[in-house]
């Protein structure tokens, strides 16, 4: 990454002090230097938020359907006919929870996010030249 814009793509060539990336949907390639990077991450590819989504909607579920039992109960002519308006927004708090789970884990599948590694140059580099010279380099860490 230079500068506050990131660059993802694919890289072609790896030594100790250089990086040389295709941008995606651009052909050209990019060279970087070690010294200009912040951050190098690699992909490993995505994952589907079906568990947060379900956790999200558990809990949203679960405040809607306590509210509901409770205010309902507490109405004259409400549509449940309960004695307990805290036994009304337990058992709906519940009700709600798992409808809410179930919905929520069906919309998370659908949202796929990538996830990322850091990743560093490596400290050892053996490069071929075009003109057939092998090039060793390393670098020490003190």
């Keep these: 990454m230079t500068g506050a814009e990131p660059v993802i793509g694919e890289v072609v060539k790896l ?6 990336i295709v941008p995606k949907g ?3 390639a990019q060279t970087f230097y070690s010294s200009d990077l912040r951050k190098i991450e690699v992909s490993q590819g995505t ?13 949203s579920g679960s405040v809607a359907g306590v509210i509901l039992g409770a205010v309902s109960c507490n109405e004259p002519k409400g549509f449940l006919s309960c004695s ?19 919905m929520g884990a069906g919309v998370g599948a ?3 996010t990538e996830r ?5 140059l ?12 092998v090039r060793l380099a390393f670098s020490i860490r003190l």
Excluded: C, M, Q
């Design 15 to 20: 030594a100790y002090d250089t990086l040389v």
């Design 26 to 28: 651009n052909g050209s």
């Design 47 to 59: 994952r589907s938020e079906w568990l947060r989504g379900g956790w999200i909607g558990a809990a």
């Design 84 to 102: 307990s308006p805290s036994g009304a927004a337990l058992v709906l708090g519940v009700l709600g929870g798992a409808v809410g789970f179930g």
């Design 110 to 112: 659908l949202i796929k």
């Design 116 to 120: 990322w590694e850091d990743a560093h």
């Design 122 to 133: 490596p400290p050892v580099a053996l490069n071929v030249g075009h003109d057939g010279s």
